[in-house]
């Protein structure tokens, strides 16, 4: 008896420390996004205020919010090169701009986000399902 209570301490045990925690994730305000603008980068703190996107319809408002709220901090070397987009998460005049840098990957690749305010300089990676979705809307 003391045998198999102890097999089911040991299996019990191993079930537990075998979950893993929940990844983190970018994290936008809880406000309705007014419009979502996107430039070419310029480097790293810079904001390029050029835009050459600029959304506005739920749809693609609700894509790229999808995107960026289930991308995974994850280590990444894109600190080695330029990012390819600036983006700015508008919620309206009375809350700041989300500033992300964008390095988007190639179809089927991961992308990579990083808040341009960021003290602890984490990316965040996206899956390829998601990198398709970005390509699709920013082509």
Same mark, same amino acid.
């Given at each position: ?29 809880? /406000? ?61 005049? /009375? ?45």
């Amino acid at each position: 008896m003391k045998i198999n209570i102890t097999l089911i301490l040991i299996l019990c045990m191993l079930v537990f420390t075998g979950c893993k925690q929940p990844a983190d994730t970018m994290v936008l305000l809880d /406000e309705k996004i007014e419009i979502i603008n996107i430039s070419n980068s310029h480097g790293f703190g810079e904001m390029n205020e050029d835009i050459i996107y600029s959304f506005r319809d739920i749809e693609s408002i609700s894509i790229l919010k999808d995107v960026i709220t289930t991308a995974t901090k994850q280590k990444s070397d894109v600190d080695v090169e330029q990012p390819d987009f600036d983006m700015m998460i508008g919620y309206g005049d /009375e809350f700041p701009i989300h500033a992300i840098h964008l390095w988007l990957g190639k179809e089927g690749e991961t992308s990579t986000f990083r808040y341009m305010v960021d003290d602890e300089v984490s990316t965040y990676v996206t899956t390829p399902n998601s990198t398709n979705k970005l390509r699709s809307i920013l082509n």
